[in-house]
């Protein structure tokens, strides 16, 4: 598909995603006064939900950052921090989050970070994120689910298929650390089916980045095998920030002085919903997002609240990031060019000394 056609497939549905929003929020017959009823919000709650975006995003950076020095590999957590809100970016605008990942280990690059070093880190903590948000949202489920069930109905098949979904792709990472010979056989098999539908275009090339890639993830994963500290050290950064991300609705549900349903229930809908609908090939799932939010919390966000609750939720967990991304990716841009400039200059200076 036509680049300029995917900027403009991504930018529609973000406008569509925008405008369905607020219809919702401000035209439920429930509510007299949407906008007084913002006027009311709680503001330590409205400092909580903005506490949420910077803790995803900060723990996110820690993690990346401490999986580069792992592996030798020195960065500051600021460029990192940098790299992340850019990734969160690009995986808001394209579809299926396809963007965000590359946009990162460019941006990793751009920092000095070889892209296969790059590319390891953000896999190891895309498995951990994965590996934590299915199991938390497992164990929620145990916790609650009599609740769960009573709530959902017979939407829980959402549940059940976004989590095996989510998980699949734990094992298949794990093999490759493990079994390097099965993912190997599985990746050219992949490459040949997609050379025949001519979805790539020079086989061997690609075999060729795919076993690379493969050979840095099997040495790198291995060798991490062998510190489980780095492991526990790493999934306690995804726990932090996936609850970061996904308890943000308790925060919503509390600031519009919500009261009825305790909050381990609700950040347990929560989970559920991220798992329900990550995986939707649209830019930030939209659509499925909003959708899965109505009807999740339906019930929950009582005195026609729910509308106004999904805008306030849908702006920190989907629009700052928009707004956020798009000052890092300016920002990034400026770093860089000073970057360049003091590098053409001391080798300026270099190249002048020399001549003396």
């Not at 949407?34 to 910077?54: D, K, Y």
């Not at 500290?229 to 790493?234: G, H, N, T, Y």
């Not at 939707?280 to 729910?306: C, K, N, V």
Request: proline share 3%; aromatic share 12%; hydrophobic share 50%.
């Amino acid at each position: 598909m036509n680049p300029k056609l995917k900027k403009t497939l991504s930018a529609l549905f973000i406008l569509l995603s925008v405008s369905a929003v607020l219809i919702i929020a401000f035209s439920n017959p429930e509510m007299g006064n949407a906008w007084e009823t913002i006027s009311r919000m709680e503001l330590p709650w409205i400092a909580g939900l903005l506490g949420c975006w910077i803790v995803f995003a900060l723990f996110e950076s820690m993690g990346v950052r401490s999986c580069l020095r792992s592996c030798g590999r020195r960065i500051s957590l600021l460029r990192v921090y940098w790299t992340v809100l850019i990734g969160m970016y690009y995986s808001s605008i394209t579809p299926g989050a396809a963007g965000g990942q590359p946009m990162q280990v460019n941006s990793l690059r751009k920092a000095g970070i070889p892209v296969e070093y790059g590319t390891l880190a953000l896999t190891v903590r895309f498995v951990m994120n994965q590996f934590t948000v299915c199991a938390g949202g497992l164990v929620l489920f145990l916790i609650n689910r009599e609740f769960v069930y009573a709530q959902l109905g017979g939407a829980i098949w959402a549940a059940r298929i976004g989590w095996l979904i989510n998980f699949a792709s734990v094992p298949l990472v794990l093999l490759a650390a493990f079994r390097r010979k099965w993912i190997q056989k599985l990746a050219e098999k992949l490459i040949r089916f997609g050379a025949k539908i001519r979805l790539v275009r020079d086989p061997e090339k690609a075999t060729a980045r795919a076993t690379e890639m493969l050979d840095t993830y099997h040495e790198a994963l291995a060798e991490m095998a062998h510190h489980p500290k780095e492991i526990i050290l790493q999934l306690l950064y995804s726990a932090i920030s996936i609850l970061g991300l996904t308890g943000s609705v308790v925060f919503a549900y509390y600031a519009f002085g919500q009261s009825g349903t305790p909050w381990i229930q609700v950040l347990t809908l929560s989970c559920l919903l991220f798992v329900s609908t990550s995986y939707t090939p649209l830019p930030g799932a939209s659509g499925a997002q909003e959708g899965g939010f109505l009807l999740y919390f339906r019930g929950i966000f009582r005195d026609g609240t729910i509308g106004l609750g999904l805008l306030i939720w849908r702006f920190f967990t989907y629009y700052l990031w928009l707004i956020a991304g798009v000052i890092a990716v300016i920002g990034e841009k400026i770093i860089v060019r000073k970057e360049s400039r003091r590098k053409t200059a001391a080798g300026k200076e270099q190249c002048y000394e020399t001549e003396l």
